[in-house]
């Protein structure tokens, strides 16, 4: 190994050896100066300018990981939310289907309940319109069973030329009343 000493009497003018210290120009004095200055320059710049760099960089490197995990959590809530949202949304739609199935339902035995009253009062109005007809065809009936036996009194009191008498024309009345609802019959 090199010794310092030995450099040193290397590097000075007076020294007869020709080595390659000589021949490169290279004083072993400004070196080492160089080297201190160097040291000296790098603890100065360690100590008041890369350490609070360092301080600086770790306190962003937190923060960037900060940032990234609360990042990283405001997704899974995002997706939380999401998936929230979803199952609010299909909630929803099972609801509403529900809804419109039971109001399917109402409207189904609405119109059920509306035909029947509907078909009810037809029958109705036709059974009353039957009895109607009934009892205007009686009515007509009795009408014309009235006038025929009034025309048959008046006729055979013509053929028989002679007066009845209120008795005898009750009588034929009622005798051909009888002959002709037996013969209608």
């Given at each position: 190994?090199?010794?310092?000493?030995?450099?040193?009497?290397?590097?000075?003018?007076?020294?007869?050896?020709?080595?390659?210290?000589?021949?490169?120009?290279?004083?072993?004095?400004?070196?080492?100066?160089?080297?201190?200055?160097?040291?000296?320059?790098?603890?100065?710049?360690?100590?008041?300018?890369?350490?609070?760099?360092?301080?600086?960089?770790?306190?962003?490197?937190?923060?960037?990981?900060?940032?990234?995990?609360?990042?990283?959590?405001?997704?899974?809530?995002?997706?939380?939310?999401?998936?929230?949202?979803?199952?609010?949304?299909?909630?929803?739609?099972?609801?509403?289907?529900?809804?419109?199935?039971?109001?399917?339902?109402?409207?189904?035995?609405?119109?059920?309940?509306?035909?029947?009253?509907?078909?009810?009062?037809?029958?109705e109005?036709?059974?009353?319109?039957?009895?109607?007809?009934?009892?205007d065809?009686?009515?007509?009936?009795?009408?014309?069973?009235?006038?025929?036996?009034?025309?048959?009194?008046a006729?055979?009191?013509?053929?028989?030329?002679?007066?009845?008498?209120?008795?005898?024309?009750?009588?034929?009345?009622?005798?051909?009343?009888?002959?002709?609802?037996?013969?209608?019959?």
């Amino acid at each position: 190994m090199i010794d310092f000493f030995s450099i040193l009497a290397a590097t000075d003018p007076n020294a007869a050896s020709g080595g390659i210290v000589e021949k490169f120009g290279i004083h072993v004095g400004h070196i080492v100066m160089q080297g201190i200055s160097f040291s000296l320059l790098a603890y100065i710049l360690y100590r008041f300018a890369f350490k609070p760099v360092f301080a600086t960089m770790d306190e962003r490197n937190a923060k960037i990981a900060d940032g990234l995990k609360y990042a990283d959590d405001m997704k899974a809530q995002l997706e939380e939310a999401e998936q929230e949202r979803k199952e609010i949304i299909q909630k929803a739609s099972q609801e509403a289907q529900g809804i419109v199935n039971e109001a399917k339902t109402v409207a189904d035995e609405k119109i059920s309940n509306s035909t029947q009253e509907a078909i009810a009062r037809a029958e109705e109005i036709a059974a009353k319109a039957e009895q109607q007809i009934e009892l205007d065809r009686k009515k007509m009936m009795d009408e014309a069973r009235s006038e025929i036996t009034r025309l048959v009194v008046a006729t055979t009191g013509k053929v028989l030329s002679k007066e009845l008498s209120p008795e005898e024309q009750t009588r034929y009345s009622q005798s051909a009343s009888s002959q002709l609802v037996e013969s209608s019959n």
